[in-house]
């Protein structure tokens, strides 16, 4: 596979109006140029997907979903290479960067197979003189924007819905990864997606060319992935034309682990909630809420595990901690370590910035007030703040504490306890006794500020379908 740098519009690889660097964060060199989009190729991408979106939208399910499943294969025989792209432009290491290409990769065979299975049903009216059908039609242009932790897995997640559905797209992936995206949209080209099914366009900075796609009357939908922050203003954009918005925002995970908990579990399934992805998630467990029984033992195991892990560049043999994305992203989760400290925290390991080259923090455990600031804010790095509970009331209310409501963790002996917990939580998901459970074929999203709609599972097509009801008189 060749490393691709071009817009995608209209089933061409294209110039755009310029050109920015993309960066390797761990030595900070420069891994490619890639071309920028202005307004005249945002205009063309959304020429090109609305000119498309009627052949594709009468496609036989079948046909797309052979594309898709292509799609699937192709990716799959490339993770390797792809994994390395990740690793590259990202910064995790390649166990992790593997690891997503596989999770990205089933997004296409899922919504594959889901191509064929949308449903819709003819009901009688309650006077029974009349006939309700329902059923379910793409919505149209839609506009998928994603961010950079999961530069493969967000931009599969999206597309492979949106094009199992009929609809066509443009992709827009965030600037400090656009690589990856690239990659996939050629995947695509080669599983035998048509001309202007899919585009793809890197305006930079994005705001004022993501407005003018949104408000241009052809574009009907958009799904956003990032932070809460950005999802709030394009929610506002959205509504100046009434799109149908979903939206997979930012989390603060609360990890919480009960008394009667097993405590070497508890600590594994920490360290796959906190450090997957270097704590880049939205899933990443970033409140840790321990019974007071239990916390010396429970802090003192995982600080342990924490300070035994090998920080280095993404690529090097052995690696489990990779880089930040950026220099920025990594000055983030230090400034948060600090306002942590100045509030009372203790650091039981970690906390010290390593020399240059490279976006590393290592890995860092806190024990912290409950009041502490830190637990107000989603750390998106190796840092885990540790606070002690007394019962599972105070668990619950702290875990709810917080305006995030995407993902919470519970670890207890007792499977009924932990599913009375689970029930009391406000979150889209909750993962009992381990310590991840993203998966293609489950609805995936948020509750409270943690966004809109779901992704994934039987839900995911839905966000490109609307519903159509047909009423007859017999
Ligand atoms: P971000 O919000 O800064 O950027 C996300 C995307 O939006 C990027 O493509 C970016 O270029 C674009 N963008 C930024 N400003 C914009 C603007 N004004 N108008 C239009 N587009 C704009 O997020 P990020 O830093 O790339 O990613 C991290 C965030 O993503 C975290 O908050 C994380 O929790 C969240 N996230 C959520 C999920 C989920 O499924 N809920 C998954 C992954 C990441």
């Not at 995206?181 to 995947?187: H, K, P, Q, V």
């Not at 992805?277 to 809420?289: D, L, P, S």
Request: hydrophobic share 40%; glycine share 10%.
């Amino acid at each position: 596979m060749q490393l691709k740098t071009d817009l995608y519009i209209d089933g061409k690889w294209v110039k755009g109006n310029g050109s920015v660097p993309v960066y390797d964060p761990s030595d900070g060199s420069v891994i490619a140029e890639i071309q920028t989009a202005g307004e005249k190729e945002c205009d063309a991408a959304v020429d090109a997907a609305y000119r498309a979106f009627p052949d594709w939208a009468k496609t036989a399910p079948r046909y797309r979903a052979e594309i898709l499943r292509k799609a699937f294969e192709i990716m799959v025989a490339e993770a390797d290479f792809l994994a390395e792209l990740v690793s590259k432009e990202n910064g995790k290491v390649i166990t992790d960067a593997k690891g997503e290409i596989l999770y990205a990769a089933e997004f296409f065979r899922w919504f594959s197979e889901e191509t064929v299975r949308v449903q819709g049903d003819f009901r009688k009216s309650p006077s029974g003189d009349k006939r309700i059908l329902v059923t379910h039609q793409p919505i149209g242009v839609s506009l998928l924007i994603t961010p950079w932790n999961f530069p493969a897995g967000m931009a599969t997640r999206k597309i492979g819905p949106a094009l199992a559905a009929g609809c066509t797209v443009i992709l827009k992936p965030a600037i400090e990864t656009p690589l990856t995206a690239m990659a996939i949209i050629d995947i695509l080209e080669r599983a035998g997606v048509p001309k202007g099914v899919v585009n793809l366009v890197t305006p930079t900075p994005a705001g004022p060319m993501v407005s003018r796609i949104l408000h241009d009357s052809r574009v009907m939908n958009l799904s956003f992935t990032g932070s809460t922050e950005v999802g709030r203003v394009l929610i506002k954009e959205a509504a100046d034309r009434v799109i149908r918005c979903s939206m997979e925002l930012g989390g603060n995970a609360p990890f919480v682990v009960l008394d009667d908990a097993n405590i070497d579990e508890a600590v594994k399934g920490l360290m796959l909630a906190k450090m997957r992805n270097g704590g880049a998630a939205c899933t990443a467990a970033n409140r840790i809420y321990v019974h007071k029984k239990i916390a010396d033992e429970f802090t003192t195991k995982f600080a342990k595990a924490m300070s035994e892990l090998k920080m280095a560049p993404g690529r090097e043999a052995g690696a489990q901690l990779g880089a930040s994305v950026s220099i920025k992203e990594r000055d983030k989760i230090a400034q948060l370590v600090e306002l942590s400290v100045k509030g009372g925290a203790k650091v039981e390991t970690g906390g010290v910035m390593p020399e240059g080259p490279g976006a590393f923090y290592p890995p860092t455990v806190l024990t912290v007030d409950k009041s502490n600031e830190i637990l107000k804010y989603e750390v998106f790095g190796p840092v885990a703040p540790i606070v002690t509970f007394e019962n599972d009331e105070e668990a619950i209310a702290l875990a709810n504490d917080s305006d995030f409501g995407l993902i919470s963790y519970v670890y207890s002996g007792e499977l009924g306890r932990a599913i009375r917990v689970a029930e009391a939580i406000d979150s889209g998901m909750v993962a009992i006794n381990r310590g991840m459970i993203s998966d293609p074929a489950a609805p995936f999203g948020g509750n409270k500020q943690s966004g809109l709609g779901r992704e994934g599972g039987f839900d995911g097509i839905h966000e490109f379908l609307q519903t159509k009801y047909i009423g007859v008189d017999i």
